[in-house]
């Protein structure tokens, strides 16, 4: 397998758990912090800035390691992470609603503010990790500048295209099929073998980065 497909399988991969992780996520959170619009807002709100520092520290990281099976350290991890949702959320997303007295109304703020929380103890570490494939494979594919925005472009589209099939697949398929439960587990297997596959696949990028006119 050459280097550009490597790159297109694995941010395609990591674009479609994303997604998966925000459209099963919100869904979820509705199960502890009801099904209001401060739900989605909280889940997109939070799987952006996970989005945000994953590119960011990708980037560096990637400067920094140029190799691709160092990934497998924080992809394995996040994925057994993601595996066991459904037993560590649970009490942690009960003691966030339940902190607030049962005899007052739950202030305005944190209506609001409770789901992002939850989002983000739950699903902010596993998105963040998934994020970092982006700029980390355009590091690893890139030789020289020449043909680098033709190069990060394709691997953004690549992982864009595999987000859109994680949301028409997470809300059209799974959800109707799985318990959500079942999803986390899976979800979680995908990561793990995620990072697996990039200790083999780094033999593709051994020899160095192919030019972009040789990828698919």
């Known amino acids: ?4 497909m490597a790159a297109t399988l694995l941010v395609f991969t990591g674009g479609f758990i994303v997604m998966i992780l925000e459209i099963v996520g919100a869904r979820y959170l509705s199960g502890e912090f009801g099904g209001s619009f401060y739900v989605w807002v909280s889940q ?3 799987v952006m800035i996970a989005l945000a520092a994953g590119y960011y520290l990708g980037g560096a990281l990637a400067d920094r390691w140029q190799c691709l099976r160092r990934l497998a ?7 057994l992470l993601v595996m066991g949702v459904p037993g560590y959320a649970p009490p942690i997303l009960e003691r966030i609603v339940l902190r607030h007295p049962a005899e007052l109304p739950v ?4 209506k609001k503010l409770d789901p992002a929380l939850g989002s983000a103890v739950v699903f902010l570490l596993p998105c963040l990790v998934l994020a970092m494939l982006t700029p980390y494979l355009i590091r690893l594919s890139a030789r020289g ?3 680098l925005g033709r190069l990060s472009g394709r691997i953004i589209a690549w992982s864009t295209l595999g987000s859109i099939a994680g949301v ?4 059209y398929v799974l959800i109707d099929l799985l ?4 999803i986390f587990r899976l979800t ?3 990561m793990v073998g995620l990072g697996l596959l990039c200790l083999p696949l780094d033999r593709a990028f051994a020899s160095g980065p192919v030019p972009v006119d040789d990828e698919p």
């Open 1 to 4: 397998m050459t280097a550009g």
């Open 73 to 79: 350290w924080l992809l394995v991890p996040a994925g």
């Open 44 to 46: 997109i709100g939070v």
């Open 188 to 190: 979680g297997l995908a």
């Open 145 to 147: 500048v020449a043909h």
């Open 168 to 171: 028409f697949v997470a809300g």
């Open 107 to 110: 202030p305005l703020l944190w």
């Open 179 to 182: 318990r959500l439960s079942t």
